[in-house]
């Protein structure tokens, strides 16, 4: 069986040790005044025309330090486990009616109306009907979000794993060298000549290395890919 990745748990993990960003905040200094609650107005369709240049108005008495996470946190685990953090209008599937009712929670908790959510997520999920372990955030200043809710557990266990190549040049190098040792490796002794030798050994280990390359200069540029430092907050698909 292939483990589940709890993304919320990895996200409080990497809370822990950016513990700098979460000493002695001061939630007053963090927010706006309170505006007027608009009239009339459907909380599906304001989601669909949230103001993303606006801050979200939060009661300080009511905001859990539990629930607040610094930018710097959300962007570590995004390029480890290769996730977008972009705001909900490029979210394509529809929010599940727990999370719709979180958010009613949380308005009502504040007295106000959510004017901006952010999402975690696989970057799948800003073009597929698909559900991989969302995290639903609403910022709150100075680099600051609070968790409205989080649904499903899909993600591989392996994802840190499988991603990690593309966390930077490094590593793809790294991972590339390995992928061509194992692949001379599997090369039979005596397959070019009599006798196996190291430089045989290393030419064989050269050509592969071209290879595997030349294949993944290719991939990446057909496939418009880049890594994951890049991505996290990228608004494009292809990224």
């Given at each position: 069986m292939i483990p589940k990745l709890n993304l919320l748990e990895k996200l409080q993990s990497q809370k822990e040790r950016d513990h700098q960003f979460y000493k002695n905040i001061d939630f007053s200094n963090l927010f706006e005044h309170p505006t007027k609650k608009e009239a009339n107005s459907t909380l599906e369709h304001r989601l669909k025309n949230l103001d993303y240049s606006a801050m979200n108005v939060i009661d300080t008495d009511q905001l859990e330090l539990g629930e607040v996470y610094h930018i710097?946190?959300?962007?570590?685990?995004?390029?480890?486990?290769?996730?977008?953090?972009?705001?909900?209008?490029?979210?394509?599937?529809?929010?599940?009616?727990?999370?719709?009712?979180?958010?009613?929670?949380?308005?009502?908790?504040?007295?106000?109306?959510?004017?901006?959510?952010?999402?975690?997520?696989?970057?799948?999920?800003?073009?597929?009907?698909?559900?991989?372990?969302?995290?639903?955030?609403?910022?709150?200043?100075?680099?600051?979000?609070?968790?409205?809710?989080?649904?499903?557990n899909d993600l591989s266990g392996y994802r840190k794993l499988m991603v990690w190549p593309l966390r930077g040049p490094v590593e793809l190098v790294i991972t590339l060298l390995l992928v061509s040792y194992l692949l001379t490796l599997l090369v039979p002794d005596g397959l070019f000549s009599k006798e196996a030798n190291s430089a045989q050994f290393w030419i064989l280990f050269f050509f592969f290395f071209k290879g595997v390359v030349g294949l993944t200069i290719f991939y990446g540029i057909s496939m418009g890919k880049n890594f994951n430092p890049f991505i996290w907050n990228s608004k494009y698909f292809n990224a």
């Open positions: 710097d946190s959300i962007r570590k685990i995004a390029t480890t486990y290769r996730l977008r953090f972009l705001p909900l209008k490029y979210f394509k599937p529809t929010l599940p009616k727990e999370a719709l009712q979180k958010i009613r929670d949380f308005e009502e908790r504040h007295q106000t109306e959510i004017k901006n959510l952010q999402i975690l997520a696989p970057s799948k999920l800003f073009k597929l009907e698909n559900q991989d372990d969302p995290l639903l955030f609403a910022p709150i200043g100075n680099g600051y979000y609070t968790l409205i809710h989080q649904w499903g």
